[in-house]
């Protein structure tokens, strides 16, 4: 599996589709571990990538300069 | 009675001095219109002087002609001090003019009006004729009487407007029967002049017959054709002369004129400070709306940052892995119980319990349970199974 190519919605998706899987299916208990073990690790991605999103964000909003410190470069 | 025989030049002589020595004709005021007046190169004038049905010859020398106050024209109603004498040569009685003054005003006015008609029907003072005058002249050429008020006026009005500003000025005669001629001089040498952005043509105030060179139609002529615009400056504000229709701008007075042809440096300053007092006014609120925009714009992106995406994606995922520990718990649980049941009916299955109410079982040596006599029967030895032990025991007999 290569990890970059995998976006966040399609992990998402995988996701959903385990917790469905669980939800639904008669599932053995080594399947039911698996499709567990298979979730935490997704949902443990989707908190990197969300981190990564949140401290972008953070990032951006530090470099653009507020209106008062641009007015006051113009004096 | 002898009569002596004269010689011409003898008599022309002895009338001569007959008339000089005539206390009226030594000493005369004459009055009559002049006509064929001729101002001599040499500065003396001759002309003659009528009435309805007399002439006179005149003749004024340079000495009174240059103290002539304006130029008589033919035509004119005037009055003449002078003597009456001989002149020799011709044997012709003639009024030799000491002062020559216009009848009444009148008569002057009517000049006026005459060559100011007469111009006016030439289109010398129709308006698209008149030069504009320079925004920013750096030169100004000035024609009018060194001595005079005017030109004092004139410098001081200039320099105190705007100091940076060069005046050439050209003396000038401004009254007189040379005048009109001197001016016309100015005015051609200020046009050759590549320097001079406008002439100013001035005098101070006068009465009409001191003004009159103004009132000249050569003059008019020199400032119709002149090059560079010229303001007039002539007299007060309520004298008019040719001048003033001919011009480009007519001013009331000498410093009015300079006035009008130099701008304010003050004023110059006020008016860029102004303008740069509004560029910048305008500039700034320019600048102050475009930051508004800016700032609702970012304000509205901010609104919808994927902030509130992320914190929506953190509840989702957290829902998510609550539902997968749930799921897993549950499952857990579910085998636990089902476990802990298949334990208990094991439990409940045990043979080992049955040892534990008091019954024992019987085994062969391999501990496989004897549950009839027929297999104890080719048994020797079995083992009983108690239920804190097992018992050996040798078999005798069957029943």
Redesign the interface.
Known sequence: MVKKEETYESM?NK??A??KD??SKD?T?EQ??K??EE??KI?NK??IT?NK??GK?KILKGE?NT?EE??SK?E | MYIKTLTVSDLNNYIKKSMDNDFILNNTYIKGEISNFKLHTSGHAYFSIKDDTSKLSCVMFRTYTSKLKFLPQDGMKVVIKGKISVYLKDGTYQLYCEEIKSEGLGELYLAFQKLKEKLEAEGLFEAKHKKALPKYPRKIGVVTSPTGAAIRDIINVIKRRNNNVDVLIYPALVQGINASENIIKGIEVLNANKDIDVIILARGGGSMEELWSFNDEKLAYAIYNSKKPIITGVGHEIDFTIVDFVGDLRAPTPSAAAELAVPSLDDLRDTVMNNKIFIIASSNSFLIERFNQVKFLKRTLELKSPENYIINQYNHIGNLKDILDNKICNKVSVEKDKLSKYVALLNAHNPLNILNKGYSIITDKKDKVISSVEVIKHQNLVNIHLKDGVVSMSLTEVN
């Open positions: 998402m996701l959903e385990f917790v669980m939800d599932l208990l039911s571990m499709n567990y979730g935490i949902c989707l908190y969300l999103a949140e964000i653009g209106e641009f007015l113009e």
